[in-house]
């Protein structure tokens, strides 16, 4: 049986875009163990007492239900370059844990700090972040990213950024792209587009 988690922010006991999480993690136990119960996670999220101040990451592990609920302070990886990796038949459509596909694409970055991930011949994701392309006058997301990630969703939401198909020749009109994931939003993680290697 396969195994998911959600990853999820928490500063200063506040819990972040719980509704987004609660969305995914009900739907992906829908579809891929047929269970028809609605869980809340901020009914399981009990955070210690060591990690009620600061920026906290918060990892739910689950299948049929909750596994395990595991807390650490939030380490922010440094990241200046991305190097373009190629793979069609990648699928990481839900938030598995099983990530090897993933890290065998990782494990071709060479020098640089993360890969930026194409599947026929489309933009998609880095290993662990969405992407949102900035081109001075808007903010543009794959329209086909292999996850659809819980930030990403409220950005879309809120009509702070919009989604459209981006290929490998369209970097040149981009100026930087945003890393964004549960523990980063915009502006947090910001590589320049001269800084993408091929």
Do not use: W
């Not at 922010?9 to 995914?24: E, P, Q, S, T, V």
């Not at 819980?150 to 989604?163: A, G, M």
């Not at 970097?171 to 502006?187: E, G, Q, R, W």
């Amino acid at each position: 049986m396969c195994r998911l988690f959600e990853t999820i922010k928490i500063l200063d006991c506040a819990i972040y875009d719980a509704g987004f999480h609660n969305k995914r993690f009900n739907h992906s136990r829908s579809v891929l163990f047929g269970c028809l119960d609605y869980i809340d996670l901020r009914d399981s999220i009990k955070i210690p007492p060591e990690h009620r101040y600061g920026i906290v990451k918060c990892r739910v592990v689950y299948s049929r239900g909750i596994e395990t609920i595991e807390y650490e302070r939030y380490n922010k990886r440094n990241i200046s370059t991305l190097k373009i990796v190629n793979c069609d038949d990648i699928d990481y459509s839900y938030k598995y844990c099983d990530r090897s596909g993933l890290d065998k694409l990782l494990d071709l970055r060479g020098g640089h700090d993360d890969i930026i991930i194409i599947k026929n011949n489309r933009i998609t994701d880095s290993s662990f972040c969405n992407l949102v392309f900035d081109d001075g006058e808007k903010l543009v997301t794959p329209a086909m990213p292999l996850l659809k990630g819980t930030r990403r969703e409220k950005l879309l939401s809120e009509n702070k950024i919009v989604q459209d198909e981006i290929r490998l020749n369209d970097l040149k009109s981009f100026k930087t792209v945003h890393l964004i994931n549960a523990m980063l939003d915009l502006d947090e993680c910001k590589v320049g587009i001269d800084s993408i290697y091929r």
